[in-house]
């Protein structure tokens, strides 16, 4: 079974200033995709950036980019410029590539609170 | 023109109760799932659907029973309700290697 592991309970970041979120994951799988989701106090969850493994290049959504190292299996989020609006819960995903009985699943980290200070 | 729309966003029952979240997607996708975020905040699939077709049922207590008219609803009902059952529940859709997408979270509290 796959297992998401976020070793930073809480992180704090300046307005304007960047700051990285660490993810690590166990799998035997060569095909997966990976996820960061944000869920503010509204409780809504909202995706990110999404990876798929078999890309060698990093995913980046405007201020939002990762770092992934698939051999070291490792996935960091980072984010630049921090805005008031990234304060959020930020969690880690794994999802297995394609069908089987895991199909769809994601597989959560334990979550890291992102504080921004003005 | 929200995608993922779940009913109610608060609920409020005592324990013993029966109780059901609706939830509907406008995406066009095969795949629905149910997730329960407990009190750390800690997600977790209880079930999918893809195409209507019942694919992972994560050990969750038969008082649980989801079902799906179609692929575009997933509903979730709870029977006999614990307090132990408070929780957020997600309901959540994908279509093949896209993120999956929540809706807005039912907090169940049972008293």
């Known amino acids: 079974a796959q297992t998401v592991t976020q070793s930073q309970p809480e992180m704090s970041v300046q307005e304007a200033e960047t700051v990285t979120l660490s993810c690590t994951y166990d799998t035997s799988e060569s095909d997966y995709y990976l996820f960061w989701y944000k869920q503010p106090p509204s409780r809504q969850m909202i995706l990110v950036i999404r990876q798929e493994a078999y890309k060698q290049q990093n995913a980046t959504e405007n201020r939002f980019s990762v770092n992934f190292q698939k051999a070291a299996k490792s996935f960091s989020l980072k984010i630049s410029d921090s805005q008031l609006g990234d304060a959020a819960m930020y969690f880690c995903?794994?999802?297995?590539?394609?069908?089987?009985?895991?199909?769809?699943?994601?597989?959560f980290g334990q979550g890291t609170i992102l504080t921004v200070h003005p | 023109d929200t995608a993922v729309s779940q009913t109610p966003k608060y609920l409020v029952t005592q324990m013993g109760n029966d109780k059901s979240i609706k939830c509907e997607q406008n995406?066009?996708?095969?795949?629905m799932y149910w997730y329960k975020q407990d009190s750390k905040k800690f997600l977790k699939i209880m079930f999918s659907y893809n195409n209507k077709e019942l694919i992972i049922n994560e050990t969750v207590p038969n008082r649980f029973s989801p079902k799906s008219p179609d692929k575009a609803h997933l509903n979730l009902h709870i029977n006999s309700l614990e307090l132990g059952d408070s929780a957020v529940y997600f309901c959540a859709s994908s279509q093949g290697g896209s993120g999956v997408l929540f809706g807005q979270g039912t907090r169940l509290t049972v008293v």
């Open positions: 995406l066009g996708h095969d795949t």
């Open positions: 995903a794994y999802r297995s590539y394609a069908g089987g009985t895991s199909y769809g699943k994601l597989t």
